[in-house]
């Protein structure tokens, strides 16, 4: 699996604060959903807005399919065609008067006709599952909707890759249902995306890898299973393990789960493994 | 929310093409200026009420949105209820009918404009605005005026209920002091959400311009037709009587 995209030695350091990107190494690799998982005030926003361009690190390189990115005008034009983000609140992403202008705007930015432009508002929309607010103004849209209206605002530029900072964020658990199930969408489609979270059952349930993030710098990066079930790096990450991969690993220390069986990566997965329980039970009794 | 915008946002007709609402709106508002108060008045302002209530607008909801402008006028036209002379302070010589009458033509004229205002979400009207020629930085100044309103809104909504919370706005002194202290940091916080905002459209290839498309609803000749009827039958009714 190829890499897209990759921050080698990224320093940085806000005007009177402390280094908030210390040496940080990271690669995002193509068709793959990557959690980036720290702490609250790791600096994880600080990384995103490094790897679309919006901010240049002090050292350090971003890498856009192995060539430097520009920092120039016209470099970061061309980098944020390819790389979407979307930002933690909302209301900082929406500007415009309703939900399908708002959609609007990053499509009609890349110099497409109109009809392409609605086109594209309106895929993105069904793929958002928000075709019918349309019309709406964000001030009359809940949090989670609000959320949706935002993601469909970088989808419609169909980049390469979307970062999505705290996707989950002030989400009730229905809406993040919602949310993964739309993105889980996104990713039939192809894109790869990179989210950045403190909720290790979100990047347990959802990711393919996973980099944990602390004091600036990614002290761990692979895939979901490896990563997650390294005590000390999670430990060292102020993090904890995921309970569904706590779960599996306890029942196939007990023989519940075979080796070559997958953990359990959803609810659904836990509840079928403690089914298999206590079928065993009575298979003993 | 702002109370006009609510409705215009829940209207029936809020999917009308705007050149036949502003046709009607405008007509209705000329009409008020050119006729006679005594009917053309009371014409226009019954139909820019009935108009309203058409359109879905609830009869205690129109009457909130005439009321502060109702109120200006009522106040206005004190004025011209009253005499001074030597006599002292009483009632005009023709007993508050020239009040009377300018009252009526301005809650003529202003009924005329609410009934747009009743139906239209404002950012409607500013596309409107903008597909008239209106430069775009004052268009996309607007909008963006029209978005924040709402952000701030809530923003300070939530200090306020903070602050309340804690007591902040039990008796007037401290009421003052917590508005005060209120406003003083919507401020910063503003500032900083520009500033986010701004890093938001730059992620979406900002280039200095809020391009965005709007719905299409164009005006159909018999829309506009049936508007320029009832202008027309309006004044007749008005001057001939």
Redesign the interface.
């Known amino acids: 699996m190829g890499v897209i995209l990759e921050a080698q030695g990224l320093h940085y350091a806000y005007p009177g604060g402390g280094e908030a990107l210390a040496g940080l190494d990271l690669t995002v690799r193509r068709g793959r959903r990557l959690a980036i998982l720290g702490a609250n005030g790791a600096g994880k926003t600080t990384l995103l807005?490094h790897l679309?361009g919006?901010l240049a690190p002090a050292r350090g390189h971003v890498l856009l399919d192995g060539a430097a990115a520009g920092y120039g005008r016209a470099g970061?034009?061309a980098w944020?065609?390819r790389v979407?983000?979307?930002?933690q609140?909302p209301?900082?992403?929406?500007?415009?008067?309703?939900v399908?202008?708002?959609v609007?705007?990053?499509p009609?930015?890349?110099g497409l006709s109109?009809a392409e432009?609605?086109r594209r508002?309106g895929e993105a929309l069904a793929a958002l599952d928000i075709a019918d607010l349309a019309?709406?103004?964000?001030?009359?849209l809940s949090f989670g909707q609000k959320k949706r209206v935002?993601i469909a605002?970088?989808v419609a530029?169909r980049p390469d890759i979307l970062l999505l900072d705290e996707p989950s964020a002030g989400l009730d658990p229905q809406g993040t249902a919602h949310l993964l199930a739309a993105l889980d969408h996104l990713r039939g489609d192809g894109a790869t995306l990179a989210f950045t979270t403190h909720d290790v059952d979100l990047a347990w349930t959802w990711a393919d890898d996973v980099a944990l993030f602390t004091a600036g710098r990614v002290v761990r990066q692979g895939d979901a299973e490896t990563v997650l079930a390294d005590r000390d790096a999670l430990t060292a990450t102020r993090l904890r393990p995921p309970f569904l991969l706590e779960l599996g690993q306890k029942a196939r220390s007990c023989g519940l789960l075979r080796a070559d069986e997958p953990l359990p990566r959803r609810s659904a997965d836990g509840l079928a493994l403690l089914d298999r329980a206590e079928n065993r039970n009575h298979s003993q009794i | 929310m702002i109370l006009a915008d609510r409705l215009a946002y829940a209207s029936r007709w809020r999917r009308r093409p705007l050149a036949e609402k502003s046709l009607l709106s405008a007509g209705l508002l000329a009409l008020a200026l050119a006729l006679p108060p005594v009917p053309g008045g009371a014409l226009v302002l019954g139909t820019a009420t009935a108009l309203a209530l058409a359109a879905g607008t609830p009869a205690s909801a129109w009457i909130r949105l005439m009321a502060a402008p109702a109120a200006f006028v009522a106040s206005g036209s004190l004025a011209l209820l009253a005499e001074m002379d030597a006599a002292g302070l009483h009632l005009a010589a023709d007993h508050g009918r020239q009040a009377g009458l300018v009252a009526l033509r301005a809650l003529a004229a202003i009924a005329a404009l609410l009934l747009l205002a009743a139906t239209t979400p404002t950012p409607d009207l500013i596309q409107g605005l903008r597909r008239l020629g209106v430069p775009a930085e004052l268009t996309e100044l607007a909008l963006s005026i029209y978005r924040f309103i709402f952000v701030l809104q809530d923003t300070a909504a939530a200090m306020h209920a903070g602050q309340a919370a804690r007591l902040g706005t039990d008796g007037w002194r401290r009421r003052v002091r917590s508005a005060g202290m209120l406003a003083a940091s919507l401020l910063p916080r503003a500032l900083d959400r520009a500033h986010r905002q701004e890093t938001g459209l730059a992620a979406r290839c900002f280039d200095g311009s809020l391009r965005t498309l709007s719905p299409l609803r164009p005006a159909s000749p018999a829309g506009l037709i049936r508007v320029a009827v009832l202008l027309a039958l309006l004044a007749g009714a008005g001057t001939w009587a």
């Open positions: 807005l679309n919006t970061r034009a944020r065609r979407g983000l979307v930002l609140a209301d900082d992403q929406l500007f415009a008067a309703s399908a202008e708002d609007s705007f990053g009609l930015n890349l109109e432009v609605r508002v019309e709406r103004p964000p001030h009359m935002a605002g970088a530029m």
